[in-house]
């Protein structure tokens, strides 16, 4: 018999309050870790895959989306730009690396993007299985593309046209699987890379028309920033747009913010409750339970330990609905991360715990000691004599 | 209040009878160390109880008195063998399970040392209590009004019981009551 044990048959006892009080903590601290960890990770992952790009030049149209898609590779592109002009353009000692881009087809849902080795240099990803592709029409795959996907190293497969319709199937030429890269955290992972000319090759121009030599977009690094004035100018007289990631990006979390705030508002509002849930629960247990604890107090229980009992009772009662809320949080997280490899491929390393996980568990541990600290003060002042002489 | 000089040896047993009123209850939990005096000294085990405060008088209570309440009152959420235990725990003393399952047979209860006491009969829990005031062999037992509640036959068991396992483990037996019922079986008493 000790004191834990005693807190924790007490708190059997008076099971709807606790069961309440873990209920509200419970949700309380699922809706703020999947929160702040989603967050995080769309961060982190956001930010992995702008570093080094300040620019990007694609066909006229909405910045944001042309970020998204070149960048991202989540939304439809803009349109197509003509390569030589693109080229004409970059070749500009302004810029210092120019990463072009030419997509628009599929195979499974994973999106193939034609570019150069420099692209896969960019991430710093390593091939893991394989080689790098040399010719045309051989595609190395992202980690998650090559887990998810179904495709080895030695397939062969043909393109779909856009990125989820399978109808549309470009029979002329197939593709090679010849290597698999390592997770880089970064948009590679679930795409399928192969040479620009691989993709201008699956779509043939007419008969007797010249091949049609297009980029989606080009990623560019400029060398100061000069280039920020001029080359959104020269893009536009030449039927182009340059956007900036930064920008983009800033702009479209600082719509999520709003989102973000409400929902955040709500988690701490049910983390609010469940203090008041602790402290009502343990409040009316007292009431229940002023002769016992004179009884303990005259069996040579001193005021500190009845005030650490109902303490302990707070902490028990927090630390079971933290554990609770994080196992529900990895629930959401594993629901959300499936939402995002479904629909756009996107594969998240979630279920890292974390510093954060540790913070909201002081957090929480705080909450259950606050909220039994009136009632514990209470308990500990109980007057022997008083309590017994009024049976 | 006034309370007479009041002296009980080890072994002995002391009747404090007195009608509504004369502070029965005041005093025993003077004596008890549960209240303090205004005036006088009281002494316990060779200790001068104004001389202890706080948590070392709890703990000089827990380890040297046992007292068995008009009603008794349990922890509802430990079974009868857990409130047995709890004495030894709060005055951090080693429990002593030879001892508390010889109180339970010995008081007819053990079969019902898994149970809730407050699914006890009125009487059980009355033997209950008992034995939780002697579980650790305390220097003075105090019974406030043990018998207030019982029929003749019952009185008398209750009495014996007392008297039995207090004088079993040398200890002093205090009885404040205001019981008449009970001067036939006591040699020391005081009326208030």
């Not at chain 1, 309440?20 to 982190?44: C, T, W």
């Not at chain 1, 997509?103 to 849902?109: P, T």
């Not at chain 2, 207030?148 to 207090?166: G, Y």
Request: net charge positive; aromatic share 6%.
């Amino acid at each position: 018999m000790n004191l834990i044990g005693i807190a924790r048959k007490n708190l059997i006892r008076s099971w709807s309050g606790s069961l309440l009080s873990i209920l509200l903590l419970m949700f309380g601290v699922a809706g703020i870790l999947l929160l702040l960890k989603v967050e995080r990770q769309l961060n982190e992952r956001f930010e992995r895959n702008i570093k080094g790009i300040n620019l990007v030049l694609g066909a006229p149209g909405s910045p944001l989306q042309l970020i998204l898609s070149a960048v991202y590779q989540i939304d439809a592109p803009t349109g197509n730009i003509s390569a030589p002009k693109a080229n004409f353009l970059i070749k500009n000692p302004l810029i210092e690396k120019a990463i072009p881009l030419a997509y628009g087809d599929n195979y499974g849902g994973y999106r193939i993007v034609g570019s150069t080795p420099a692209y896969i240099d960019h991430y710093e990803a390593k091939i893991s299985q394989g080689r790098m592709f040399e010719n045309n029409m051989e595609v190395v795959l992202g980690a998650s593309t090559a887990k998810n996907s179904g495709l080895k190293i030695g397939d062969t497969f043909y393109s779909a046209h856009g990125f989820d319709d399978t109808q549309d199937v470009h029979k002329n030429v197939s593709f090679t699987v010849v290597g698999i890269l390592e997770n880089s955290g970064s948009v590679l992972d679930q795409l399928i890379i192969c040479t620009i000319e691989s993709v201008w090759m699956v779509h043939p121009p007419e008969e007797g028309a010249e091949p049609k030599r297009e980029y989606t977009a080009v990623l560019l690094k400029q060398r100061n920033p000069t280039a920020m004035v001029t080359l959104p100018e020269m893009a536009k007289l030449n039927g182009m747009q340059t956007a900036l990631p930064s920008i983009e990006m800033n702009r479209l979390t600082q719509n999520f913010g709003i989102g973000k705030t409400v929902l955040q508002n709500v988690a701490g509002s049910i983390i609010l409750l469940s203090l008041l849930s602790i402290f009502v629960s343990l409040l009316s247990s007292l009431k229940d339970r002023k002769y016992e604890l004179a009884i303990m107090r005259t069996m040579g229980a001193g005021r500190g330990k009845l005030f650490a009992l109902i303490q302990l009772e707070g902490l028990i009662l927090s630390i079971i609905g933290f554990v609770l809320g994080y196992l529900l949080s990895l629930f959401g997280l594993w629901l959300f991360s499936r939402l995002l490899e479904s629909e756009f491929k996107y594969t998240m390393a979630f279920f890292n715990p974390g510093l954060l996980e540790i913070w909201v568990l002081a957090a929480t541990v705080i909450v259950g000691l606050t909220a039994s600290l009136l009632p514990a003060i209470k308990a500990s002042a109980t007057d022997i004599s008083q309590t017994l002489n009024n049976e | 209040m006034h309370f007479p000089d009041i002296v009980c040896s080890k072994g002995e047993d002391l009747l404090i009878l007195g009608q509504s009123g004369t502070g029965k209850t005041t005093l025993l939990h003077l004596l008890a160390g549960l209240r303090k005096p205004t005036k006088g000294n009281i002494s316990l085990a060779g200790r001068e109880l104004s001389t202890l405060s706080g948590s070392r008088l709890d703990k000089f209570r827990g380890i040297h008195v046992g007292i068995v309440f008009q009603t008794p009152h349990f922890v509802k959420s430990l079974t009868v063998w857990e409130n047995l235990m709890l004495p030894a725990y709060f005055s951090g003393t080693k429990p002593d399970k030879g001892r508390a399952n010889e109180l339970l047979t010995r008081l007819g209860i053990d079969h019902k040392k898994n149970a809730n006491p407050g699914s006890l009969s009125i009487g059980e829990q009355q033997r209950l209590g008992i034995a939780r005031a002697l579980i650790h062999k305390p220097a003075v037992v105090f019974a406030d009004e043990p018998t207030s509640a019982l029929d003749d036959t019952n009185t008398l068991a209750v009495i014996q019981l007392l008297k039995e396992t207090a004088a079993d483990s040398k200890s002093a037996l205090v009885i404040v009551t205001h019981d008449n019922r009970l001067k036939t079986h006591f040699q020391n008493i005081i009326i208030l």
